[in-house]
T-cell receptor, first 112, second 113 residues
Framework: GQNIDQPTEMTATEGAIVQINCTYQTSGFNGLFWYQQHAGEAPTFLSYNVLDGLEEKGRFSSFLSRSKGYSYLLLKELQMKDSASYLCAVSSNSGGYQKVTFGTGTKLQVIP | KAGVTQTPRYLIKTRGQQVTLSCSPISGHRSVSWYQQTPGQGLQFLFEYFSETQRNKGNFPGRFSGRQFSNSRSEMNVSTLELGDSALYLC????????????FGPGTRLTVT
């Protein structure tokens, strides 16, 4: 089976940096996604890590360590609009195809 | 390019009834995946269709079924509705499958009374 853990809630201050962690246990690992979901809206793609290391995309960066089953999403220069849920999702082999399993999400509240 | 569309957006049904939800993927996308989202369980995978074939299936009872048409549009059916089926049902499309960036529709909010 698969197990994905991420904190339920986090609070951070506008302008600051926040790191959202995700740990996973899975067989046939292929890669790890991060999605952002604002309240009442659909998830939108943020990043996809396949290899170990840090991938930077503007204010957002995502890190992966396959040996540790660990990833984090780093948000810099936080803005109020970053208040949302952040979903960690693992892609793995399933019956010859790729299957994606989502974590329950981390609700981030950005305060002034 | 138009995004993923889902109809209807809101639905209220009674226990024991059945319901059909529809999803139109982004043009050119052949993979459509369905998810159930509830506050306690998060996003749970129902099934994925690719070129009219079910390619992957989650751990949901047989009351949940789906299909995909030749134009890649997909439908999801839930029979004998239960109160616990109340949820947001999201579909997502991608060019080749779940292992790539998925584009989500706005969802159908189903309430079972």
């Amino acid at each position: 089976g698969q197990n994905i853990d991420q904190p339920t809630e986090m609070t951070a201050t506008e302008g600051a940096i926040v790191q959202i962690n995700c740990t996973y246990q899975t067989s046939g690992f292929n890669g790890l996604f991060w999605y952002q979901q604002h309240a009442g809206e659909a998830p939108t793609f943020l990043s996809y890590n396949v290899l170990d290391g840090l991938e930077e995309k503007g204010r957002f960066s995502s890190f992966l360590s396959r040996s540790k089953g660990y990833s984090y999403l780093l948000l810099k220069e936080l803005q109020m609009k970053d208040s949302a849920s952040y979903l960690c999702a693992v892609s793995s082999n399933s019956g010859g195809y790729q299957k994606v399993t989502f974590g329950t999400g981390t609700k981030l509240q950005v305060i002034p | 390019k138009a995004g993923v569309t889902q109809t209807p957006r809101y639905l209220i049904k009674t226990r024991g009834q059945q319901v059909t939800l529809s999803c139109s993927p982004i043009s050119g996308h052949r993979s459509v995946s369905w998810y159930q989202q509830t506050p306690g369980q998060g996003l749970q995978f129902l099934f994925e269709y690719f070129s009219e074939t079910q390619r992957n299936k989650g751990n949901f009872p047989g009351r949940f079924s789906g299909r995909q048409f030749s134009n890649s549009r997909s439908e999801m059916n839930v029979s004998t509705l239960e109160l616990g089926d109340s949820a947001l049902y999201l579909c997502a499309s991608s060019q080749t499958g779940q292992a790539y960036e998925q584009y989500f529709g706005p969802g159908t909010r189903l309430t079972v009374t």
